[in-house]
């Protein structure tokens, strides 16, 4: 039977733990990695409902793309959401893993899925590690001619966005290439620019990175949640090639903290 370890491998082949930025914890968050696993629940946070969920499926482990633990607990009394996460996960025997800004920097990572969801082509790395240029944060590429107004409203559709946060002031009419980053990308519109992207398509974009680049690229704040849904079903994927008979599900009960009216 297939353990924790196995499970951590396979995602580590994919994702090696050495392309995580210095601030991340990726890995194993709770648990013995030699625990023998039945199956596996595939979520993006960690939240109460999530373990409950994974209980009443009967997983034994957790998969997620934000670590539950980014840093050390001082007391584990079940006073916070996460205390009371371990101590339940602890007491179930549910292991938790997390691959997070690796999966990011990986080659077919959460980028690379971002940019065939919009069907970009001649894909290459926005931020690449040095030494390497197929790994590293963002993705460039080209994309079908297309007006601004229809490439924004195909985002907005393709990734279920309610609310679409976009640079008005952007003279750009036709978008040909497209910058993307999970999660939160502001840091890496400066290189979009340098590399001739028409248009970035990622999340937490503040307000004073609109009134500072807004002139000069179409900047598609998409939310941080919404752009990195994806992360399941690259877990999924990433498992299936190896174990095909491993059961996994998609988590249920996890939505979106940010509401919208």
Not at 133 to 159: H, M, Y
Not at 183 to 201: C, P, Q, T, W, Y
Request: glycine letters at 6%; hydrophobic letters at 40%; charged letters at 25%.
């Amino acid at each position: 039977m297939l353990k924790v370890k196995d499970i951590a491998a396979t995602i580590e082949d994919f994702a090696p733990k050495m392309l995580q930025e210095s601030y991340d914890n990726a890995g194993l968050q709770v648990g013995d990695p030699d625990m023998e696993v039945s199956a596996a629940l595939l979520c993006l946070d960690v939240t109460e409902d999530v373990i409950n969920e994974a209980i009443e499926r009967h997983c034994n482990l957790i998969i997620s793309h934000h670590p539950l633990l980014f840093k050390g607990l001082k007391e584990v009394t079940g006073r916070t959401a996460t205390e009371r996460i371990v101590i339940k996960a602890i007491k179930e025997n549910i292991a938790i893993y997390s691959a997070h800004t690796n999966l990011d920097s990986a080659w077919e990572g959460v980028s690379h899925e971002i940019a065939h969801v919009l069907d970009l082509h001649n894909l290459k790395v926005l931020e690449p590690k040095p030494g390497d240029p197929s790994v590293g944060l963002g993705v460039i590429g080209d994309v079908q001619p297309t007006p601004k107004i229809e490439f924004l409203r195909n985002i907005k559709e393709a990734f279920k966005v309610k609310c679409l946060r976009y640079s008005a002031q952007c003279p750009q009419l036709v978008v040909r290439k497209v910058a993307v980053c999970g999660g939160a990308g502001a840091s890496l519109i400066a290189d979009a620019i340098a590399n001739g992207a028409d248009i970035i398509v990622t999340g937490d974009v503040k307000y004073h990175d609109f009134t500072t680049f807004g002139l000069d690229i179409i900047i598609a704040d998409i939310g941080h949640y919404e752009s990195e849904l994806c992360t399941k079903k690259i877990f999924s994927k990433i498992i299936r090639e190896k174990y095909p008979d491993f059961v996994t599900y998609f988590a249920e009960t996890e939505t979106n903290p940010i509401k919208y009216m």
